[in-house]
């Protein structure tokens, strides 16, 4: 049984530009959930895929966007990048709602804006 | 709105003491999950409470909840320099929130 595979695990970006991070769920979740975590804070909840639907979103603005597969991977995708943006994004599955088991964080993405 | 409360937000503490981390959250919830982050590193689950005076133990861990009072508790016995750590608490029925950390240090 794989566990959440997240990509790339490092990335450098300039503000202003588009960024894709990618995130493989464990094997039969059907669920995926994205964090962002900024230095020191708790993660934040960006949004949650649900068979791929959309099912919540936090206070983050339309540019960050998602996206969830018929195999259950998953993409964040952030436009118009701010400095503030630097963070470690989590991506985490689970399966079923409520989850059955709980949740399974992947290793995350380092995201630097300069 | 759903808030998760931890405090204390930093603790320090020497090698063999007992103390306890406390999460408290704004609505009404019957599952609540603890983790542990070292430094530059994902998130660790170490309990899933998932019903009121659920109580979970592992090793020098003991975590516990109690619905009514939307109250739950970390509790590190005879504490041991690699427990420290950032421990989050998280709670929700379908989506997460989780608290803002307790950075534990224990001292040798």
């Known amino acids: 049984e794989t566990g959440v595979t997240q990509s790339p695990t490092h990335l450098i970006k300039t503000r202003g530009q588009q960024v894709t991070l990618r995130c493989s769920s464990q094997?039969?979740?059907?669920?995926v959930s994205w964090y962002q975590q900024a230095l020191g804070q708790g993660p934040q909840f960006i949004f949650q895929y649900y068979r791929e639907e959309e099912n919540g979103r936090g206070n983050f603005p339309p540019r960050f966007s998602g996206i969830q597969f018929p195999n259950y991977s998953s993409e964040l995708n952030v436009n118009a990048l701010e400095l503030d943006d630097s963070a470690l994004y989590l991506c985490?599955?689970?399966?079923?709602?409520?989850?059955?088991?709980?949740?399974?964080f992947g290793s995350g993405t380092r995201l630097t804006v300069v | 709105e759903l808030k998760v409360e931890q405090n204390p937000l930093f603790l320090s503490m020497q090698e063999g003491k007992n103390y306890t981390i406390y999460c408290n959250y704004s609505t009404t919830s019957d599952r609540l999950y603890w983790y542990r982050q070292d430094p530059g590193k994902s998130l660790e689950s170490l309990f899933v409470l998932l019903s009121n005076g659920a109580v979970k133990q592992e090793g020098r861990l003991m975590a516990s909840l109690d619905t009514k009072a939307r109250l739950s508790t970390l509790h590190i016995t005879a504490a041991v320099h690699d427990l420290s750590a950032t421990y989050f608490c998280?709670?929700?029925?379908?989506?997460?929130?989780f608290g803002k950390g307790t950075r534990l240090h224990i001292l040798p």
């Open positions: 985490a599955s689970s399966l079923g709602r409520p989850p059955r088991g709980g949740y399974t």
């Open positions: 094997s039969g979740h059907n669920t």
């Open positions: 998280a709670v929700g029925d379908d989506k997460i929130i």
